[in-house]
């Protein structure tokens, strides 16, 4: 099996900062892409940052010159750094995973189970 933990969610003040963690385990060949995706209230799910296991990464253009997305691939965690919040930012961040098992021959894509994030003063 498969797990993605997410960490570092919470609330904070408008043009703050905070720094989101996912860590896989499991059984465990390769990562491909990893990434984070949020869903605000009575939205759709997003895309918000997406990173290759060769360090290519792409934003959405509402957070684009806010947040950096980076990975650790020795370690199977991806992080998301978030500075200058906005209430907008508000939402529930899913890490995900494109992860290819030991003894299998296609990837899978695997979810954390969500941090919430609140930006509000």
């Known amino acids: 099996q498969v797990q993605l933990v997410e960490s570092g969610g919470g609330l904070v003040q408008p043009g703050g900062s905070l720094r989101l963690s996912c860590a896989a385990s499991?059984?465990?060949?390769?990562?491909?892409?990893m990434g984070w995706y949020r869903q605000a209230p009575g939205k759709e799910r997003e895309l918000v940052a997406v990173i290759t296991s060769v360090g290519i990464s792409n934003y959405a253009d509402s957070v684009k010159g806010r947040f950096t997305i980076s990975r650790d691939n020795a370690k199977n965690t991806v992080h998301l750094q978030m500075n200058s919040l906005k209430p907008g930012d508000t939402a529930v961040y899913y890490c995900?995973?494109?992860?290819?098992?030991?003894?299998?021959?296609?990837?899978?894509?695997?979810w954390g189970k969500g941090t919430l994030v609140t930006v509000s003063s």
């Open positions: 499991g059984s465990i060949f390769r990562i491909n892409n």
């Open positions: 995900h995973a494109d992860i290819l098992r030991s003894g299998t021959y296609s990837q899978t894509r695997y």
